[in-house]
């Protein structure tokens, strides 16, 4: 049961992050768009998408972790919530992108590194709130470095698509 949770819990933090994403490009539209060349616009761009949807991961697993308990987990349970998580938080993004795909194949070539991305940054998540993370607090110095380094890889994984 806490595995359908999870991808629950990363397809409604893949939609709220999705919102926010919306509702800030809107906002900020002559700052932030994507160009077809890279310039500090589309850095921007790149750098908000990243902050928001590793800031709505590290939410929704905080919520989870709230409800549920997985202090001390073993490693193939922590490998086990990251899959499924991360499984919830890319298929949205897959979705989205079915329209512009010019193919469909049995394992989509399209979804299969952003799973990779997804599923790796959340378990870097709840492996820090698995072992590290104290009771209470929502951001502490050590979170906020595994966001900020979450949030730079996110962007370069954006960048590197972008310029491939």
């Known amino acids: 049961m806490p595995f359908i949770l999870l991808i629950f819990f990363g397809i409604f933090a893949s939609v709220c992050a999705l919102i926010l994403e ?6 900020f539209s002559s700052f932030l768009f994507l160009e077809t060349v890279f310039s500090l616009k589309t850095f921007l761009f ?3 998408l990243a902050i928001i949807e590793e800031i709505s991961k590290y939410i929704f697993l905080f919520q989870y972790k709230k409800r549920t308990s997985f202090e001390h987990i073993s490693f193939f349970r922590l490998i086990s919530y990251s899959v499924f998580f991360g499984t919830g938080f890319s298929l949205v993004e897959y979705i989205l992108s079915l ?3 010019s193919f469909i194949s ?3 070539l399209a979804f299969f590194p952003t799973f990779l991305l ?7 998540f709840i492996f820090f709130l698995s072992r590290f993370h104290s009771q209470g607090k929502t951001l502490t110095k050590t979170s906020f470095s595994v966001l900020f380094g979450t949030i730079i890889i996110h962007f370069l994984y954006n ?3 972008f310029l491939h």
């Open 22 to 27: 919306f509702f800030t490009l809107s906002i």
């Open 46 to 48: 790149f750098l908000v």
């Open 99 to 101: 329209p512009s795909l």
């Open 106 to 108: 049995p394992i989509p």
């Open 118 to 124: 997804h599923t790796s940054l959340t378990f870097c």
């Open 159 to 161: 960048v590197f698509v």
